[in-house]
């Protein structure tokens, strides 16, 4: 039997609501081989006996990273995403479903796909990875940077669009922040084209600031980040 590996996330009952709901709507459109009422139900006990992993007969595991504070007094795995990924590792060509793989430690993906077969769906992106040939010790470059981009691990433009890591504050020029995660603003795309002919020596920090509506100290600071906005 296929062992089936949940990991959802949420500081917060609701937050954690809406992850489960992600990967209850990815399982029911995609055939995963797990019900939706059963993640329901595994989602349901983890919340009312306050653990971070529960499983039933069926081989089937939930793991739940329910934030730092809310850890402290819980039961099970103290790192519920490292165990989620040993659960995986450690069964035989298994499912492992993440509600994104945002923040997911991508050398572990990598090693969990080529070494011990399993298939990681990010059901956010509706995105699997599937196991590639047994004589790789790694994933092609392509899907590892793709994976990166998907983690927020890669501080650079394409990280941006598929939203990084943010701890608060005022975003960077042309970026919104949607709770704890950068996006995009729009006028990303503006931001970038004035600031790649700052660049190009076409526009000075000045006109490049009253362009963009903004103080000619932003426009310096955007500079010092090119790989966020895909300057050459």
Not at 148 to 160: I, K, N, R, W
């Amino acid at each position: 039997m296929t062992s089936t590996i949940l990991l959802a996330r949420g500081t917060t009952p609701g937050e954690r609501e809406r992850s489960i709901d992600t990967i209850r709507s990815w399982a029911r459109e995609h055939n995963a081989g797990i019900h939706p009422d059963t993640i329901t139900d595994l989602y349901e006990w983890t919340e009312s006996n306050a653990t971070t992993a529960t499983a039933n007969r069926d081989d089937e595991y939930l793991f739940i990273v329910p934030g730092d504070e809310t850890a402290r007094d819980r039961q099970g795995p103290d790192d519920p995403a490292a165990a989620a990924i040993n659960k995986a590792s450690s069964a035989a060509a298994a499912n492992l479903i993440v509600d994104s793989l945002a923040g997911i430690n991508i050398d572990a993906v990598a090693r969990i796909v080529t070494q011990d077969r399993v298939r990681v769906h990010d059901a956010t992106h509706a995105l699997t990875v599937h196991p590639v040939t047994r004589d790789r010790d790694d994933l092609p470059p392509s899907t590892r940077r793709a994976l990166e981009v998907l983690a927020g691990t890669a501080d650079h433009a394409d990280a941006l669009l598929a939203g990084i890591s943010w701890n608060g504050g005022r975003p960077p020029l042309g970026c919104t922040s949607d709770g704890a995660r950068l996006a995009p603003a729009d006028n990303y795309d503006d931001v970038c084209r004035v600031l790649q002919r700052v660049r190009d020596d076409e526009l000075s920090q000045t006109e490049a600031s009253n362009r963009l509506g903004c103080a000619r100290k932003t426009v310096g600071n955007a500079l010092d980040r090119p790989e966020l906005y895909r300057l050459d």
